[in-house]
């Protein structure tokens, strides 16, 4: 983390009064008779250091918005703290900041204005905002008459064009089209490189992984788990997939060459094997096949264990997987509850770093199967000896014709 924090958050709270009638919400304004509240923040806390990028995850109505509200200005929080050094500009709500009766180049003066900037300070990144938004004739227009993603073209150009220390986005990048999100990104590791601290709300996880230096995740309004963004969207996958709920029994850590690993006293994974001895410092070639082992133990008998396992590039994209059901007689199991199956896993890929994900799931209903197990990024290997010109991460045994070559059959 770096030595200097431009952000300090400090047990902050948010609720709202709610009023079952009229009367109790006048009994309370004459007679200060306290009503109920109810709360959307709770003692939330974190830092965040100069350039560096928090992501901030979490379902719908876990109080996402209303963190970032609060730390921008926007909302008087209950109680706590909210600490900044130097200059904030975010994109919150799309169109906040805007006149919608007023041109988009009428806008960008305004929203200058909104961040303390005299209008020759925004005259003079006049040109590099309009070049960014690539709007065209249309900056001319009222942008009540603007598409959500001329919204945020529009918007988040004037905010990185304004030097802030604290750039605040709140589901922005997921709004444009696909080339201005790369540009967004570049625009984002620029601001970055020059000191700049960014606080990114979404719900694309792979987007906090990649570009995230750490990531909190909020459920009901807390904090429900904080550090390095795979750690944290792992948990938030956890999350979801154990019904909104995480147990006081699931344990979260990262250990050097074993992975991120999740596990709860129903039942857990226990070993993770490659079975080729034969195999020279991790490495395989590409088009031939892994045997791969995963045994564990469960505490319940009536429990329907199911294994997944899924091929993972360094980049943490999920490739191709397979499912062992013990239902389907593929996960072998004894009196103990210990069980094994093994996974045969072709390697038609690309040259690069590989690795698994295995889940352990009871598959006794039919609903979305609670996860008793997890382990990310176990079993690192290498693929080497590709077929030449084959692009991406998968081969799937294409070819190219010679020129005149006869149509395939």
Same mark, same amino acid.
């Given at each position: 983390m770096s030595s200097e924090t431009i952000l300090e958050v400090e047990r902050l709270e948010k609720s709202y009064p709610v009023?079952?009638?009229?009367? *109790?919400? +006048?009994? #309370?304004?004459? +007679?200060?008779?306290?009503?109920?509240?109810?709360s959307v923040l709770s003692g939330v806390s974190f830092q965040l250091g100069r350039g560096e990028i928090l992501g901030v995850i979490g379902p719908n109505g876990a109080g996402k918005s209303t963190l970032l509200?609060?730390? /921008?200005?926007?909302?008087?929080? $209950?109680?706590?703290?909210? $600490? =900044? *050094?130097?200059r904030i500009t975010a994109l919150l709500q799309l169109g906040a900041g805007m006149n919608p009766d007023m041109t988009g180049r009428e806008n960008i003066?305004?929203?200058?204005?909104?961040?303390?900037? #005299?209008?020759e300070q925004v005259r003079a990144r006049h040109a590099a905002i309009t070049e960014f938004a690539g709007l065209g004739e249309a900056l001319e227009r009222p942008v009540k008459t603007y598409s959500s993603g001329m919204f945020v073209r529009l918007a988040f150009s004037v905010s990185v064009a304004l030097e802030p220390d604290l750039l605040i986005v709140d589901e922005a990048l997921a709004v444009g089209d696909i080339g201005f999100q790369a540009r967004c990104l570049d625009r984002l590791e620029q601001l970055i490189e020059q000191g700049a601290s960014i606080l990114l709300a979404s719900h694309d996880l792979q987007l906090i992984k990649n570009y995230c230096t750490g990531a909190i995740c909020l459920e009901a309004g807390r904090v429900v788990a904080e550090g390095d963004p795979e750690s944290v969207t792992e948990r938030y996958y956890y999350l979801m997939r154990s019904g909104n709920q995480i147990d006081d029994d699931a344990l979260i850590w990262r250990a050097d060459g074993v992975g991120l690993r999740f596990e709860g006293q129903r039942g857990g994974i226990r070993e993770v094997t490659i079975e080729q001895p034969d195999a020279v410092d991790g490495e395989f070639p590409s088009g031939t096949s892994l045997l791969v082992r995963v045994e564990g133990q469960v505490s319940n008998l009536d429990v329907l264990p199911a294994v997944a396992l899924m091929l993972r590039d360094v980049r943490g994209y999920n490739l191709y997987g397979l499912l062992a059901s013990h239902a389907r007689g593929q996960v072998a199991m004894d009196a103990d509850g210990g069980f094994c199956c093994r996974f045969r896993v072709p390697l038609r890929l690309?040259?690069?770093?590989?690795?698994?994900? =295995?889940?352990? #799931?009871?598959?006794?209903?039919?609903?979305? /199967?609670? =996860?008793?197990?997890?382990? =990310?990024?176990?079993?690192h290997f290498r693929?080497?000896?590709? *077929?030449?010109?084959?692009?991406? $991460?998968v081969d799937l045994g294409g070819e190219v014709l010679p020129a005149g070559a006869p149509d395939a059959d």
């Open positions: 009023y079952a009638n009229p009367r *109790q919400r +006048l009994a #309370e304004l004459l +007679l200060r008779r306290p009503c109920q509240r109810r509200q609060m730390i /921008a200005g926007t909302l008087r929080p $209950s109680s706590g703290r909210v $600490s =900044v *050094q130097g003066y305004l929203m200058g204005a909104t961040y303390g900037m #005299e209008p690309a040259e690069g770093r590989y690795s698994f994900t =295995v889940r352990l #799931e009871d598959r006794r209903t039919n609903q979305i /199967a609670p =996860v008793l197990d997890k382990h =990310v990024g176990v079993c693929v080497v000896d590709a *077929q030449p010109g084959v692009l991406g $991460s």
